[in-house]
């Protein structure tokens, strides 16, 4: 590991001595500027604005130009002799979890490193520590012309930096937010919750630089002579139905990943409305269902063992129970005729 900083990492009255080197390095592609007539490389020269003279590195120095465009000059020198305890120790003045760190204040990390076998232990107990407390430490230290707030946080094997942004760096995001009210449906909202479930946890380690990759694709093509890839060309944004592109967004990622979660199908959240006419239709099925179990159930019991000659009988005697009703309709009838015709004897 390059070292790119070294010092101590204070820990209470614990000094450990420590070396801080790159966590991450970069594939990012870089391009020379050239001659278009003849490929040749275009350099820049630092030439001094008074007398145009050009300049080597040994030639030039810095200086702090003021408000009033006055200019003092700065050494190496003076830098080095600054009274700063963090030039050469990040010194831990407290402890934070790391859910309460405003992901915005997260910079550049770096691996923290014993400097000498004498670091081990000391180092070891550091990270132990701060992993069974779930904690990162807090501390400062100046690098590179100026001074940095860091967390030291326990990853694997090692201790961690990573250096923040300070507070007063931070823009405020009210100018990026929305302006004006927006309203958001509940039905929008459960799709979205949909949608989300759908396309499932992302694995961060199978992620690529595509460009870099298209780039060094193209680089083979020109000097091979073969085809140029194709850019996809695409049609410029659209304004569409917000419902509909999240049914629609369901739908794909479910088909992708082929698997039912288990979730609200895409129907069943289709619209905001009409839900408890479908919930009422439901319930009359349901309603059918049980009547008619009930019709079953009411006849089986009337008819009893499920025999030819109790079925018979059964019938014989519902047969018999329609004649008797009929018998006592036609009674009934007869009564008040008879009732009419002994009052006229009566009245003669």
């Known amino acids: 590991m390059r070292s790119v900083w070294s010092g101590n990492l204070a820990f209470g009255l614990v000094s450990i001595p420590v070396k801080l080197g790159s966590a991450v390095s970069s594939h990012k592609i870089s391009f020379r500027q050239v001659h278009l007539a003849d490929q040749g490389r275009v350099r820049y020269q630092k030439t001094c604005e008074l007398d145009e003279e050009v300049l080597t590195a040994s030639d030039i120095g810095r200086a702090y130009e003021t408000p009033d465009e006055q200019l003092v000059e700065i050494s190496d020198a003076d830098l080095r002799s600054l009274p700063l305890p963090t030039a050469k120790t990040i010194e831990v003045s407290g402890f934070v979890d790391m859910a309460s760190?405003?992901?915005?204040?997260?910079?550049?990390?770096?691996?923290?490193a014993?400097?000498?076998?004498?670091?081990?232990k000391p180092y070891v107990l550091m990270r132990e520590a701060l992993a069974r407390a779930d904690k990162a430490a807090v501390g400062k230290f100046a690098m590179r012309n100026s001074e940095h707030l860091a967390l030291i946080r326990a990853h694997d094997d090692v201790l961690l930096l990573q250096t923040l942004r300070w507070p007063d760096e931070l823009n405020s995001p009210a100018e990026a937010a929305p302006k004006g009210s927006v309203k958001i449906s509940?039905?929008?909202?459960?799709?979205?919750?949909?949608?989300?479930?759908?396309?499932?946890?992302?694995?961060?380690?199978?992620?690529?630089?595509?460009?870099?990759?298209?780039?060094?694709?193209?680089v083979t093509a020109k000097l091979e002579g073969g085809e140029l890839p194709a850019a996809e060309r695409e049609g410029p944004g659209q304004v569409v139905d917000l419902m509909a592109a999240l049914r629609a967004s369901v739908e794909q990622a479910k088909g992708e990943r082929g698997e039912d979660d288990g979730h609200a199908?895409?129907?069943?959240?289709?619209?905001?409305r009409g839900s408890g006419a479908r919930k009422t239709a439901a319930g009359k099925k349901a309603a059918a269902k049980k009547s008619t179990a009930a019709k079953k159930s009411a006849s089986g019991s009337k008819a009893g063992p499920t025999s030819t000659s109790g079925s018979t009988t059964g019938s014989k005697s519902g047969a018999g129970a329609r004649k008797t009703a009929g018998a006592a309709k036609k009674t009934a009838a007869k009564a008040p005729a008879k009732k009419t015709a002994a009052s006229r004897r009566k009245a003669g």
């Open 101 to 112: 760190v405003d992901g915005m204040q997260l910079d550049t990390p770096y691996f923290l």
């Open 114 to 120: 014993p400097a000498s076998p004498a670091a081990n």
């Open 186 to 218: 509940d039905s929008e909202l459960k799709l979205a919750d949909t949608l989300i479930s759908a396309l499932g946890e992302a694995d961060l380690s199978s992620y690529h630089d595509e460009y870099a990759q298209a780039v060094e694709a193209l």
């Open 265 to 272: 199908s895409v129907t069943e959240l289709k619209a905001p």
